[in-house]
Structure formats: structure tokens, C-alpha cells
């Protein structure tokens, strides 16, 4: 089993929609998590950051972390197509070496015009 | 403000031949991380650095590659004797310093290494 579990998609959703990504983990010890987006060919994009449970705010992007369900979510409002990219889920713990971010594979989302 | 900088953006090596990645971090950063990313899998952690120090290599192989970060100049990913399993996208990160516990990585746009 994977540390991060991911759906790869593609997740193809129409402009203005509501996008839902989400990510599933197994290490309890995981208290940093992100979410990076990364253009086809590009290096990843940091979007979101947030430490432990909770929720985050930023524009359009709502992050959520749900400790207790080991369960991350990412929400884009108003989606556009240059929101099209693969978004990536990584974690932090302090039990594994503190500074290695855990990955998860990547939700391929579409978004038509 | 530049961002994380890394050359080549491509490198074809036949097989054998060494590879070279080069590594500058974002102005004012302290911290360097090394992952690749193969075809259909997510980015994996290969080593930590900082300035003349690895701080962690758990994800690196065993045999043919190594980092540094030396005193001055960029960051050095090096893969000697590569094989056609190397072909991947190698991405550099960076930190700043004073963020152990809270600090997020800065991705470079990657190298993508080819081996014939």
C-alpha cells in the first residue's frame, strides 16, 4: 500500500464547476500537507500549505485536512481552463525524515471551455 | 525575484556515459532537495543538502549517484554509468533557512534526462 493514495483521473469538469481533489494517506505522523500543481512539462507549483487539521483559504483554492479520516481535499471555485494541470498532494512527517515530501501520483483535471 | 534554476532542461546520455544536473536555489535559500519523477508516478524524494553537507540520502540509490552542494556555486546531481531505467524528469526543490519545521519546497521546472 502506498503512503498517499491519489486518483489519477483525468477529472474532466466544465468551466465555472467546482473542482474536488482529494488524497487518502496511511501515516498517522503526516502533520504538513501541500498542494502543488504542475503544468504539463513544468515543475510543480506550490499552491496550498497547511499544518495539521483544518481549513485554508486562498482566492479561488480551499484546502481541508481532515486528521482523524487521514483525508486531504483541495476545492477550486469558478474553475477555468488554465486551471487544467495535474495537482499533486505531498505531506510532511517528523518521524521520516523531516524534510522529504511524500507525493501522491497526481489528479490530471480538465476543464472545458 | 528568480526562481529555482536548473540546467540542462534536457540531456540525452547514451548508455554508460555519466550525467550531470546543476541545482541553483531560489536567492536566499539554504536548503536543496533533490526528487525524480518517472512516467505515470508521482515525484520521489532522492537526497537533502545543504551548503557541503547531505543531510539526508535515504531516497538515493546505492551505486551511481551522488550529490553535493558545495561552498559556492549550484547544486550537483550526479549519475555515473546511466542506464535506460535513469529516464526520468529530476526535479531540484529549495527552502529557506530557519523553516526545519514549517517550511514548504520550491520546485525548479526539472531536467529531463533521456538515456539511449
Known amino acids: 500500500q502506498k503512503e498517499v493514495e491519489q486518483d489519477p483521473g483525468p477529472l474532466s469538469v466544465p468551466e465555472g464547476a467546482i473542482v474536488s481533489l482529494n488524497c487518502t494517506y496511511s501515516?498517522?505522523?503526516?502533520?504538513?500537507f501541500m498542494w502543488y500543481r504542475q503544468y504539463s512539462r513544468k515543475g510543480p507549483e506550490l499552491l496550498m500549505y497547511?499544518?495539521?487539521?483544518g481549513n485554508k483559504e486562498d482566492g479561488r483554492f480551499t484546502a481541508q485536512v481532515d486528521k482523524s479520516s487521514k483525508y486531504i481535499s483541495l476545492f477550486i471555485r469558478d474553475s477555468q481552463p488554465s486551471d487544467s494541470a495535474t495537482y499533486l498532494c505531498a505531506m510532511r512527517s517528523p518521524n521520516t525524515g523531516f524534510q522529504k515530501l511524500v507525493f501522491g501520483t497526481g489528479t490530471r483535471l480538465l476543464v472545458s471551455p | 525575484n528568480a526562481g529555482v534554476m536548473q540546467n540542462p532542461r534536457h540531456l540525452v546520455r547514451r548508455r554508460g556515459q555519466e550525467a550531470r544536473l546543476r541545482c541553483s536555489p531560489m536567492k536566499g535559500h539554504s536548503h536543496v532537495y533533490w526528487y525524480r519523477q518517472l512516467p505515470e508516478e508521482g515525484l520521489k524524494f532522492m537526497v537533502y543538502?545543504?551548503?557541503?553537507?547531505?543531510?539526508?540520502e535515504s531516497g538515493m540509490p546505492k551505486e551511481r549517484f551522488s550529490a553535493e552542494f558545495p561552498k559556492e556555486g549550484p547544486s550537483i546531481l550526479r549519475i555515473q554509468q546511466v542506464v535506460r531505467g535513469d529516464s526520468a524528469a529530476y526535479f531540484c526543490a529549495s527552502s529557506p533557512p530557519g523553516t526545519r519545521e514549517i517550511g514548504a519546497q520550491y520546485f525548479g521546472p526539472g531536467t529531463r534526462l533521456l538515456v539511449l
Open positions: 497547511t499544518y495539521s487539521s
Open positions: 543538502l545543504q551548503k557541503e553537507n547531505i543531510i539526508d
Open positions: 501515516n498517522s505522523a503526516f502533520q504538513y
